[in-house]
């Protein structure tokens, strides 16, 4: 089964994705409160895939992928963010983001777009 990094500064948000996904059989999941810690994490645990807010303190998510994609070129992140603002969606998708989910959403939003991408 996936391992998945859920990154969100707010525990809500990261609580309604770590229960979706559950819902969906993905229960290997670990958590991030920003994109420092997401990075460290990512280091740490080599996770299958990142879903990752683009709005948090200290480093955002977009800084974050970055960091990520420097340290694997073949990591797999989904980018999510309450701003559906396109020039974040495309400074995320270069940035090598593989997907985008607009907040709020539907639990199966996540499910399909997970699935989608890793099975």
Do not use: W
Request: aromatic share 4%.
């Amino acid at each position: 089964m996936a391992k998945i990094l859920i990154v969100d500064d707010a525990a809500f948000m990261r609580m309604m994705v770590k229960d979706a996904l559950s819902k969906g059989g993905y229960e290997d999941t670990a958590e991030a409160v920003d994109g420092l810690d997401a990075v460290e994490k990512y280091k740490e645990l080599h996770p299958d895939l990142v879903i990752m807010d683009i709005t948090m303190p200290n480093m955002d998510g977009l800084e974050a992928l970055k960091a990520i994609k420097q340290e694997d070129p073949e990591a797999t992140v989904i980018m999510c963010s309450a701003m559906g603002q396109e020039s974040m969606v495309i400074e995320a998708i270069k940035s090598g983001a593989k997907d985008f989910i607009v907040k709020p959403f539907k639990q199966e939003r996540i499910l399909s777009t997970v699935s989608n991408i890793i099975g």
